[in-house]
């Protein structure tokens, strides 16, 4: 198969995401006057995972996953927090925060940008992701960026990727493919949408029958041989 168009999720694809969000949740906890421990982070994670997940399956909305999961935390320890302060606070945090490119990634979109058209596909804060972005030097190797705020779906929803098909001009299924490290968000959002996928496994986690890759790489340099042109 050969790809035209590369649609790249953004974090822990791309950029790592764990090292951005430990460096801001550090510093927000600490500027309202809180430790950040690794309890506390565990704590703050299962809010979190579980506000995201119900964003992914459509039962919860994105202002109610960014507005609460600090409040919600918070109310576990017995502290009543402005979730929306402390969200904004936050955001900002991950903005300015060191964006650490995963290996492989400036290479790839380096070397890819000039041969295929990428695009990114992303869960995400409309605002964030582009400074993100552009912080990290990944900027300009993109046609368009796609994210959840912008569009009003997320990922895996039908309604996402029928939304990106529509806005990327000549584009077709059997051209493109769908690059990311999330098998529910990235993958199976691409098994419903017909397009092909390529799941970046970094920890050798095995993969249900019911989802099931394209391609399954270890590393983003071996998008290299997924990516070649046909002879």
Not at 86 to 92: G, H, S
Not at 93 to 108: E, F, K, R, S
Not at 184 to 194: M, V
């Amino acid at each position: 198969m050969s790809y035209s168009i590369l649609l790249f999720d953004l974090d822990d694809t791309l950029l790592d995401f764990g090292a951005n969000e430990t460096e801001s949740l550090t510093q927000l906890f600490q500027q309202f006057g809180y430790t950040f421990s690794d309890e506390l982070f565990q704590l703050y994670n299962a809010v979190n995972k579980q506000l995201w997940a119900g964003y992914e399956n459509g039962s919860i909305a994105l202002d109610v996953v960014l507005h609460t999961r600090f409040s919600e935390t918070m109310s576990k320890l017995g502290q009543n927090v402005d979730g929306l302060e402390w969200e904004n606070q936050y955001r900002e945090l991950l903005g300015n925060g060191h964006q650490i490119l995963l290996d492989g990634a400036l290479d790839v979109c380096q070397r890819l940008s000039a041969t295929h058209r990428l695009f990114i596909v992303t869960n995400g804060i409309t605002r964030t992701q582009i400074k993100r972005l552009k912080q990290s030097g990944l900027y300009d190797y993109f046609e368009d960026i796609f994210d959840s705020q912008s569009i009003g779906y997320s990922k895996p929803s039908k309604g996402f990727f029928d939304y990106v098909m529509n806005h990327i001009s000549h584009f077709k299924r059997e051209e493109a493919l769908i690059i990311g490290d999330s098998l529910n968000s990235d993958i199976r959002g691409g098994l419903q949408a017909g397009i092909d996928t390529c799941w970046i496994n970094r920890t050798s986690t095995t993969s249900p029958p019911e989802i099931q890759s394209t391609h399954t790489i270890s590393s983003l340099t071996e998008l290299y041989a997924i990516c070649a042109p046909n002879e």
